[in-house]
């Protein structure tokens, strides 16, 4: 079976990194979803989709895929580049350059 090893990204409702450091297995869907005829609701026969896995390093993710026999693909994080800092004095210097006010 085919499986994802990813970090998630943090969601836009929060301001820290508190559930974005773990890693996640999640195993890719073997069956597409369906609607039910009767009730409307989305659904699968494939179980595993289901299934999410929370390991607190990449090798325990891997090592787990590896001992399960998976087919496993590692998704790297991307990179955020480094913001410099800024004081909130800045916006309210002299010698600012200010576009458009004349």
């Not at 869907?29 to 699968?44: N, Y």
């Not at 090798?59 to 790297?76: H, S």
């Amino acid at each position: 079976m085919q499986v994802r090893i990813f970090r998630p990204a943090k969601t836009a409702m929060q301001s820290g990194k508190a559930n974005a450091q773990a890693w996640v297995l999640e195993y890719e869907p073997a069956a597409r979803k369906e609607a039910d005829g009767l009730m409307g609701w989305i659904g699968s026969s494939d179980t595993t989709q289901q299934l999410r896995l929370k390991f607190d390093t990449k090798e325990e993710a891997v090592a787990y895929a590896t001992r399960k026999g998976l087919d496993f693909q590692v998704i790297e994080p991307a990179t955020k580049k480094p913001v410099p800092p800024k004081n909130y004095s800045d916006n309210f210097r002299f010698d600012k350059l200010e576009f458009g006010r004349f």
